[in-house]
């Protein structure tokens, strides 16, 4: 419990606080505004001190570094753990918390002695995860496979002292507007009594996706489409291009380079075509010594009956001139046709030494060629092996960039059944974890359930369940949704949490409330949760600190033995005056 907030301000207002309910009053005067707030009765600076005191940041934002506090320390004193602890912290050495009362010896870390201070000190980094040790039992020493989402002491502690200029009264589940879903997952179970590490598994896990959907947004910008291929297809390309390179390495390997190869290639290609214009006049001239062949059987004389007839018909005509005897006429005509004969067979001699010729030309020249192919066969020219070179090259940087394409679809398509069959696991688990807590998370239904039905006829139910994004903490409450009735269920929630903290032994031994939890709540549900509030404080044996707009303390609705007025501290504030607020000084 928190037992005293004092400061070397000398105009600043102390703070003694009882076990139990404290309620703090503050009359706002209806000249004042919300630029009052802060600084005017000073209602929500005691949450801000409390959250500085505790480990809070101290920005240049922050109220304790502006020029009027900046040099004051505030100093409280609580009991930490079984221990009367006193400490100190100042906005112009936020970083240093001064240790004036207590016993330290079980701090996971010690305070050291500084020439600036009369009392050890110890930095708030480690102020914070002492404080985390010693109300949450939380591992400060761990290093080794420490995860950033783990539950921390100031994420904790925020759920005992919301913050309104955080947004901490929107939900019951979240204590800052800001939350991440992750936070709240973790940190609820955490204070429940759950398995708080499946619900950090469930943000790694998010993680993992997020890099894997950024990963292929990046190759999809970078214009590398070809990488998001599925692996097989890209597979059986990398499979056809490596035996396209295995195809240029063998040709390289055999390869033999013929000097000349250009002009026997040349070469090759005028034997060839003289060898077809051989075979083609060879083609002509068979033809014509066929002819001629046919026309020298044909050269035959006629026959004597024939030219017997012949004279006949002319010794009829010219008698008188008819001289020559009958076998001369024979003989003249024997020789004609022998010199016919003879010019035919001439013209076959021709043609056919013609035809040898050629063929004796064609079988030199076909001797020639086949030297000349087969000096091809066994090599090519420098320039075909240099365009081999390249296509190999080439074809071995492509089979690379697909190799490599592979690799990296191989990968995500690796990391997407990994993190499916992860998140299949982590569901599981969470199913089970909530099996085995059934009777914790029963219990904190049940005393929801109650602290609710107490306050309004339709009661809000706390729903605890499991989906594929990790637990789920919902307040459900029938019927029309008002501020008041939200700002009613926070605070069913809040004594819920801090109901099962204090019967685990767990927790900072307080709850605050700010006043703008009763913001639009009816007067007998504002005075319902002040004897709600005192009860469990009393039953559960913890400290319930509330401020309160004096205007909203409810003068009716509370049972005959209870007097509120018996839990009003002092002092009364107000914005009244300039020295009327808690730091007795108007700035900012």
Same mark, same amino acid.
């Given at each position: ?43 929500? *600076? ?27 320390? /505030? ?12 400490? !100190? ?29 009369? @009392? ?5 980094? @480690?102020?914070?995860?002492?404080? !985390?040790?010693?109300?949450? !039992? ?16 100031? &994420?904790?502690? *925020? ?48 993680? +993992? ?18 990488? %998001? ?18 195809? /240029? ?36 001239? $068979? ?27 002319? !010794? ?16 003249? @005509? &024997? ?41 091809? $066969? ?39 059944? *990994? ?10 688990? %969470?199913?089970?974890?909530? @099996?085995?807590?059934? #009777? ?24 605890? *369940?499991?989906? #594929? ?65 005192? #009860? +469990?404080?009393?039953?559960?044996? /913890? ?46």
């Amino acid at each position: 419990m928190i037992r005293e907030i004092i400061s070397d301000l000398g105009s600043f207002k102390p703070l003694r606080f009882r076990e139990g309910l404290n309620i703090i009053l503050a009359d706002k005067t209806d000249k004042s505004t919300d630029r009052q707030s802060r600084n005017g009765a000073g209602k929500s *600076s005691i949450i801000e001190i409390i959250h500085f005191l505790f480990g809070g940041e101290a920005g240049k934002g922050s109220i304790f570094r502006t020029q009027a506090l900046q040099d004051h320390t /505030f100093f409280i004193d609580f009991d930490l753990g079984d221990e009367k602890t006193t400490i !100190g912290r100042s906005g112009q050495k936020p970083a240093d918390i001064q240790i004036l009362h207590g016993s330290t010896g079980k701090w996971p870390y010690q305070p050291r002695q500084n020439k600036k201070y009369s @009392h050890p000190i110890i930095s708030n980094v @480690h102020w914070r995860e002492t404080l !985390g040790n010693i109300t949450f !039992g939380l591992d400060v020493h761990q290093e080794i496979g420490k995860s950033p989402f783990e539950p921390t002491f100031r &994420q904790l502690f *925020s759920y005992f002292v919301r913050r309104h200029s955080s947004g901490a009264f929107h939900e019951p589940q979240s204590q800052n507007s800001k939350q991440q879903s992750w936070d709240i997952q973790v940190a609820l179970s955490f204070l429940l009594g759950l398995d708080w590490t499946i619900p950090r598994r469930f943000q790694e896990l998010r993680i +993992k996706e997020r890099t894997i959907k950024e990963l292929r947004k990046g190759i999809k910008e970078g214009g590398f489409v070809g990488f %998001l291929e599925a692996a097989a297809d890209i597979r059986t390309r990398v499979t056809l291009t490596e035996a396209r390179v295995r195809r /240029f390495q063998t040709a390289l390997a055999e390869f033999r380079v013929v000097p000349e190869y250009s002009a026997l290639e040349r070469e090759a290609n005028e034997i060839t075509a003289r060898i077809r214009s051989h075979s083609d006049d060879n083609t002509t001239d $068979r033809a014509l010594a066929a002819k001629l062949e046919e026309a020298f059987h044909q050269e035959d004389p006629p026959g004597v009956a024939q030219l017997g007839q012949v004279y006949k018909e002319a !010794g009829v005509i010219l008698p008188e001139k008819v001289t020559k005897r009958f076998e001369d006429v024979i003989k003249f @005509h &024997q020789a004609i046709i022998e010199n016919r004969r003879a010019h035919l067979q001439s013209e076959i001699d021709q043609a056919n030494r013609r035809i040898a010729g050629r063929e004796r030309e064609m079988a030199e020249r076909e001797t020639r060629r086949a030297q000349i192919m087969g000096i091809l $066969r066994s090599g090519g020219a420098l320039e075909h092996y240099t365009k081999i070179q390249e296509e190999l090259a080439r074809s071995e940087g492509e089979a690379q960039s697909l190799r490599q394409s592979l690799m990296l679809a191989e990968d995500l398509e690796n990391r997407q059944t *990994s993190v499916a069959i992860e998140r299949t696991q982590l569901l599981q688990r %969470l199913q089970e974890d909530h @099996h085995e807590q059934e #009777e914790t998370i029963r219990n904190a239904i049940i005393k929801f359930g109650e602290l609710s039905s107490e306050l309004y006829e339709r009661a809000g139910n706390l729903v605890i *369940s499991t989906s #594929e994004g990790g637990p789920r903490f919902e307040v459900k409450i029938e019927g029309a949704r008002s501020r008041g009735i939200t700002n009613m269920q926070i605070f069913c929630f809040d004594m819920m949490l801090m109901a099962l903290n204090a019967e685990r032994g767990l927790g900072p031994g307080f709850l605050v409330h700010d006043s703008h939890l009763f913001d639009g709540v009816d007067e007998r549900q504002v005075a319902n949760a002040l004897q709600i509030g005192s #009860e +469990k404080a009393k039953e559960h044996n /913890f400290q319930y600190i509330v401020t309160m707009n004096s205007d909203a303390l409810p003068k009716e609705g509370f049972r005959h033995d209870f007097n509120v007025r018996d839990f009003v501290i002092e002092p009364q504030l107000t914005d009244e005056t300039e020295t009327g607020g808690l730091f007795g000084i108007r700035f900012g």
